[in-house]
């Protein structure tokens, strides 16, 4: 079971990226699923979580209105798109499948996770 991140890079402020998770091994079409993010000395953090049919989402106040979660439950896929990136959005960000329906901003609630992919936004 593996859980694959990919899409970060190294941009400019203001540009946008496109995160993907993949699964493999088995689908979390029935999970929540969750994007957080960990800069250097600080906690991880969910940044944006979703339900399994894509009916609930949650955005930190941090990336509200610039970053949005989505779905596809054929292709076992959940994406990160992240517009208008700042600075302070630098950080290894990961996907991890929640052990419910739905999402949770206790990373301990999540059962599998990515490798992690590393977002640089230079400003």
């Known amino acids: 079971v593996q859980l694959q991140a990919s899409g970060g890079g190294l941009v400019q402020a203001g540009a946008s990226l496109r995160l993907s998770c993949a699964a493999s091994g088995r689908t979390f079409s029935n999970n929540g699923m969750g994007w957080f993010r960990q800069a250097p000395g600080k906690e991880r953090e969910l940044v944006a979580g979703?339900?399994?049919?894509?009916?609930?989402?949650y955005y930190a106040d941090s990336v509200k209105g610039r970053f949005t979660i989505s779905r596809d439950r054929a292709k076992s896929t959940v994406y990160l798109q992240m517009d208008s990136l700042k600075s302070e959005d630098t950080a290894v960000y990961y996907c991890?499948?929640?052990?419910?329906?739905?999402?949770?901003?206790?990373?301990?609630?999540?059962?599998?996770w990515g490798q992690g992919t590393q977002v640089t936004v230079s400003s």
């Open positions: 991890a499948a929640a052990q419910g329906g739905t999402y949770s901003t206790n990373r301990r609630l999540y059962k599998y």
């Open positions: 979703i339900s399994w049919n894509g009916g609930f989402t």
